[in-house]
């Protein structure tokens, strides 16, 4: 069987991207990154802060999206999506947790060749994304992943789990956070243009 060229994986992942489009705020970078001709993207993310329902610790896969923002978001939002989500679905009959996420942006690169990975690494580690790294030997992808995460449980059974004191305060964080990491995109950016030849 023929294996698939590098070239050919960037025009699909290319032809996928122009039909999915993106995050406003990483356009640019994807654009940047795939202008490059030993570089392709293949996924991404430019940060968020979510609401997710989850019938017990650790069933990811059973997990529900209540609400997400690519943006920072206000306490009031927040109550206002659990409430409505309260109202409208009520509990499963599990013990179900509602909690806030902070996700910083993610980025996966193909790269052509492992050297090319090692640059790409080299230039998310100096933009300050730490949590960079390979995730793939065989097809050389680079996950440009930063620091900032949280993850908070608001809810349990149907019931608050804190004040609104308290979930103003962890907003604020979170808030802060997505902040941060989306200021890390422009410097990524920036090195994008002037760290590769």
């Known amino acids: 069987m023929r294996m698939i060229t590098f070239e050919e994986r960037k025009k699909r992942a290319l032809k996928r991207l122009a039909e999915t489009g993106a995050d406003a705020d990483i356009i640019e970078i994807l654009e940047r990154i795939n202008s490059i001709e030993k570089f392709f993207t293949t ?9 997710l329902k989850i019938p017990h610790a650790g069933s990811k896969r059973e997990a529900k999206f209540i609400a997400k923002w690519h943006r920072p978001v206000s306490a009031a ?9 309260m109202r409208v679905e009520g509990c499963t009959g599990e013990c179900e947790e509602i909690w806030l996420i902070e996700q910083p942006p993610i980025i996966h690169v193909a790269c052509r060749d492992m050297r090319s990975a090692e640059e790409m690494l ?15 030997l065989k097809h050389f992808i680079v996950e440009i992943l930063s620091t900032e995460r949280m993850d908070v449980p608001l809810c349990e059974c149907g019931r608050m789990l804190c004040t609104s004191e308290y979930v103003e305060f962890v907003v604020l964080r979170a808030n802060f956070l997505l902040n941060r990491a989306k200021k890390k995109l422009k410097r990524l950016l920036e090195n994008l243009w002037t760290g590769i030849l």
């Not at 996924?43 to 802060?49: A, E, L, P």
């Not at 939002?77 to 989500?85: F, G, N, P, Q, Y």
Request: glycine share 6%; charged share 20%; with cysteine.
């Open 43 to 51: 996924s991404s993310c430019s940060g968020r802060i979510v609401l």
């Open 77 to 85: 939002e927040v109550l206002h999506a659990i409430d409505d989500s």
């Open 122 to 136: 080299k230039i998310a580690y100096a933009s300050g994304f730490k949590y960079s790294n390979l995730k793939s």
